[in-house]
């Protein structure tokens, strides 16, 4: 898999359908992203300002190019309804070629 393009996965939540469709769409248009899955709903369980918080949120999966970590990052801060945003990336550890192919070519 060394010829291969790496891929990230990146997830983040939201608390409503339509944010998540929105940041996808976006994503997808500025090319940093080859694909945005939705799931929904979920529930989250934080710490914040001192409280256990229990809230149903929207999660969104994001696939992109290594090339494009940086603007993924700035284009999810800029767009992010949240104050702290959960941004997670990981970088793929054994992808099929030719997705990843497709991911790089989608975000090139």
């Not at 229990?54 to 949240?82: D, F, M, N, W």
Request: proline content about 4%; aromatic content about 6%; charged content about 25%.
């Amino acid at each position: 898999m060394t010829d291969a393009p790496s891929v990230l996965v990146c997830w983040t939540t939201v608390s409503e359908q339509e944010q998540a469709r929105a940041i996808a769409q976006a994503l997808l248009e500025r090319r940093v992203a080859a694909c945005v899955q939705i799931d929904a709903p979920i529930e989250s369980h934080y710490c914040w300002d001192g409280r256990v918080c229990c809230e149903t949120e929207v999660r969104l999966v994001i696939k992109t190019s290594v090339g494009q970590a940086a603007r993924l990052k700035e284009t999810l801060r800029a767009l992010h309804p949240y104050e702290v945003p959960q941004i997670v990336m990981l970088r793929s550890v054994d992808v099929d070629r030719e997705y990843a192919r497709w991911v790089d070519e989608q975000t090139g």
